[in-house]
């Protein structure tokens, strides 16, 4: 079994973060080990508090893993300080993991800062660089690029800027372009475009999706699939999670992470 391990913020809430890609990574066939960075007071309403764990932590978690499994691939997601996004730069320099996907989270859906200002050139200059894949939402692309998306358009030249860079891939993941009726994600790699459609499912329950999306596609990559295959595989599955999302809480419900497996309502 392929062991992918996720390296991002804990959510007491269980919908985002650190739970929902361990989930993520359970469904799509592989084995999750995680390094908790942050912890934070989360339900689905909003992000109250967050907690950065110390440094020598972090990397005594980052050793643990690597000293003793076969880490196919590395998902990242909340590094929130600047001594956080350091110290996973230079652990995942030291053990070079094959495939590394970088979820760049930067800020709720409650608007609570989950990278912080100072953080953010570290992240381009310490981060982004390793990664095989980045995965930002238009917020994130918007932020990183410095202009504007409003079309797929804008989309693509966001991408275009973000490669430069010195990441591998860029996927400007499209569900917050209202003005779009198919929810249209946008590749960028090796110099060609890929677009990544789906049907817009009509639901406030779409918390978590994107640390849920690009958990699975850090997995299927781990798997031996390119990175073509591995977005259109978690494109299907994050769609269709969205499709069964569960309507639990005051706000913003989680994905549905195990919606084929159908056990009995508790």
Known sequence: MKQILTIAGSDSGGGAGIQADIKAISANG???MSVITSVTAQNTVAVTDAYDLPIP???SQLDAVFSDFDVASVKTGMLSSQMIVETVARKLKEYNPEVIVVDPVMI???KFPLLKAEAIDSLKKSIIPLATLLTPNIYEAELLANKQIQTIDDAKSAAKTISELGCEAVLVKGGHLSNEKNAIDVLFWEGKWSYFEAPRIETKNTHGTGCTYASAIATHLAGGKNLDEAI???K???TDAIKH???IGNGNGP???FYFMNPPIL
């Open 30 to 32: 592989g084995f999750a």
């Open 57 to 59: 932590l972090i990397e």
């Open 108 to 110: 709720s859906k409650s």
């Open 232 to 234: 259109h595989a978690s």
């Open 236 to 238: 299907r599955y994050i």
């Open 245 to 247: 999302a569960i309507d």
């Open 255 to 257: 994905t549905h992470h």
